[in-house]
């Protein structure tokens, strides 16, 4: 018999659609319905917590956040009105998170096209991958102790100041911004490694048939594709920047105001100490030397801002690829 | 010279540059570990063995080296390590015990039972949960939660009880705890989340189509599949725990007391400092060399300790690898 062909084209099925079961809690067992209960009351506190820090930092920092508060430079006075504002910070802020993105961009790029795409002898690859996860784990403060160590070497002089006995002092903004590096390198990585992983093979063998090398496919081919990629774990990795403070800390002086190192206008400030955002909030919280919770609740405000439009930058880039939401590079782990 | 480099790489050339600068990371672990080895070794060298045991008060102790000088004696080299070292511990162990729980219920939430409206606002919840910078969480704690336990739950009786030993002003165990909680359980929530989707369907619905609830479906087969995940969040968690540094200072109370747990209730507003809290406030006088000794002994304890982290991390996943999971 011969199949005659139908009058109409065959339209795709569409899947069946997805119904609730109604399934009643009252045929559950009490122990079940208490872990159900549970459950919601976790997921819900953790919304709840979540707007509370929010509304609570909104309400305090628009109290206390003024014209006046961001753009004047801070003062050493024990007095609140004359100690005037955080313009400072913010510019250390800015200049150590572009310091520390730029550094780590290049590196953790490279290291993924490398582990993907070439990974001989697979033994260092495999090293590669498990010593980026290991610096991933290291806390920030053993990295600032790390720095510090590292910076204080002669060798390493003409990154900051150096002392009249010939002491390297070690603190600077290019030298806090090459470890802040190490802690943007593991998310800029995991999503560039992300990316190229999801690039089908035959976009390469493609471009291979047309007779490139494999390096002339990587700049013209693999690069263009991961561009969204790359562009996330920057953004991601800039956010974990900004929020750091231990680095500051120990190793940018965290100072009150920017203090330029030498008389060359633009190496001076990058070979001098200064302070961030996150250094003003813990030195004026009632932990610190300054105690002015007004301020540190504005400058807190700004920071969160920041941090937050970082975080979620994430989402206006890359509009595809995540499943969940909640990949674990999203998240630094 | 210039022109060398603007002419197309060759692919060999290409693969030892980027070789060799993905093998940086390995060079710059090796130097972690050689400069805080070296840095620290004086202070194991000292006390041997001593150095993690408890003698008397470490405060006074760090005070010592601090007025030591340029020129510590023998004697000034001494300190024992155990209150700072208890203190990482019962934080770090509370937290994660408190938050292990809190997040396996719910990532549960998150992926069976929340309906799908909730659920796009709980993810972006738990990311902005994670992204908060820890000053950030320290300064609500300060300046909440520190006055909220000081005025509500110490009770001037218990503040006197206690006050020829320790002061008891609300910061402590129970704040420290409470945000550093608040603090990890994104972690492990994104991660087991992440393993609890990638469980194949069929087994849950296996387990539903036996006639089990939904509940029953999850906790007996999804969540038991997936308890690598689950043990390798509670150890990643558990390394972003012991580094905590900043937020610890604020809240934890900053002193170098080890909370006994035998005196009962007062045992959770009894302060203390953990390990990390102490480098960076004592960052500040690093150039005495007995308190440089001391402060890169302790930044080598929390290294080894999260490269065993690390460690256990990775062998934990390993389970999870059968099945084709990556987390």
């Known amino acids: 018999m011969a199949v005659t062909p139908s009058a109409e084209p065959l339209r795709p099925l569409r899947p069946p659609r ?17 872990a159900f209960v549970l459950c919601w009351a976790s997921g819900l506190s953790l919304c709840l917590i979540a707007a509370a820090i ?67 002898p697979s033994w260092l690859a495999r090293a590669v991958e498990s010593g980026i996860e290991i610096v991933a784990g290291t806390p920030d403060i053993v990295i600032a102790i790390f720095g510090l160590a590292l ?66 496919t990587i700049r013209r081919v693999l690069l263009p594709s991961v561009k969204p990629n790359i562009s996330t774990g920057a953004a991601l990795g800039m956010g974990r920047i900004a929020g750091d403070t231990a680095i500051v800390v120990v190793l940018l002086g965290a100072t009150l105001r920017i203090d330029p190192e030498g008389s060359v206008p633009g190496v001076g400030l990058l070979r001098g100490t200064g302070g961030t955002l996150t250094s003003y909030v813990y030195n004026n919280s009632p932990a610190g030397e300054g105690n002015a919770p007004q301020k540190a609740y504005a400058a807190a405000f700004v920071l969160l801002l920041v941090v937050i439009a970082l975080n979620f930058a994430v989402d206006a880039i890359a509009k595809r690829g995540a499943k969940t939401g909640l990949e674990s590079t999203r998240l630094g782990a | 010279m210039l022109d060398r480099l603007r002419e197309p790489w060759s692919d060999q050339r290409a693969e030892r540059t980027l070789g060799a600068l993905a093998s940086l990371v390995l060079v710059l672990i090796a130097l972690m570990i050689i ?45 024992g390590a155990w209150p700072l070292i208890w203190g990482t511990i019962l934080t770090t162990g509370l937290a994660v015990g408190i938050g ?55 009770s001037e009786g218990r503040k006197e009880s206690v006050q020829y030993v320790i002061n008891l002003s609300g910061t402590g165990l129970l704040v420290s705890v409470v945000i550093l909680t608040v603090m990890i359980t994104p972690i492990m929530i994104a991660i087991i989340v992440d393993a ?35 043990i390798a969040g509670a150890v990643l968690a558990c390394a972003r725990a012991l580094g905590e540094a900043i937020m610890l200072s604020m809240v934890s109370g900053s002193k170098g007391f080890a909370p006994n747990p035998a005196d009962g209730i007062t045992f959770i507003f009894e302060p203390l400092r953990p390990l990390a809290s102490t480098i960076v406030e004592d960052a500040e006088s690093l150039n005495a060399p007995a308190v440089q000794a001391t402060v890169y002994s302790f930044a080598l304890l929390l290294l080894f300790s999260a490269f065993t982290m690390s460690f256990c991390a990775w062998l934990a996943k390993q389970p999870m690898k059968k099945y084709g999971i990556r987390v």
Not at chain 1, 18 to 34: C, H, P
Not at chain 2, 43 to 64: A, C, P, V
């Open chain 1, 18 to 34: 997805k119904r609730r079961v109604n399934e009643s809690l009252r045929t559950w067992r009490w122990t079940d319905r208490i």
């Open chain 1, 54 to 120: 929010v509304v609570y930092m909104a309400v305090k920092g628009l109290q206390f956040l003024s014209f006046d508060v961001i753009f004047s430079r801070p003062l050493p006075s024990a007095d609140q009105q004359g100690s005037g504002g955080f313009w400072d910070a913010i510019v250390g802020t800015v200049l150590l998170t572009i310091i520390g993105i730029a550094i780590a961009t290049p590196i953790a790029v490279a290291t993924a096209i490398w582990v993907v795409e070439y990974g001989r």
């Open chain 1, 151 to 216: 910076f204080q070497q002669g060798i390493f002089a003409p990154l900051s100041f150096t002392a009249q006995g010939g002491a390297v002092f070690g603190r600077s903004f290019l030298t806090a911004g090459a470890m802040m590096s190490l802690i943007a390198l593991p998310m800029v990585f995991g999503a560039t490694r992300e990316g190229l992983q999801s690039v089908p093979a035959h976009v390469r063998e493609a471009s291979y048939g047309l007779g490139k090398t494999k390096i002339a």
């Open chain 2, 35 to 79: 400069f805080v080895a070296i840095r620290a070794w004086p202070s194991f060298q000292h006390n041997g063995l001593g150095w993690f045991t408890g003698r008397g008060d470490i405060d006074e102790q760090i005070g010592r080296q601090v007025n030591g000088g340029a020129n510590p004696t023998a004697a000034d080299y001494r300190i």
């Open chain 2, 100 to 154: 292990l729980c809190f997040s396996v219920l719910a990532a549960i939430f998150i992926v069976e039972f929340s309906p799908g409206g909730l659920r796009r606002v709980i993810v972006p919840v738990v990311r902005l949960l994670a992204a908060v910078p820890s000053v950030i969480y320290g300064l609500i704690g300060i300046l909440v939660l520190v006055p909220f336990v000081n005025n509500h739950l110490v």
């Open chain 2, 196 to 230: 609890l989707y990638a469980v194949p369907r069929g087994w849950k619905e296996g387990a539903v189509a036996l006639g089990v609830n939904r509940w029953r479906a999850m906790w007996t087969v999804s969540v038991r599949a997936a308890r690598p995940a689950i």
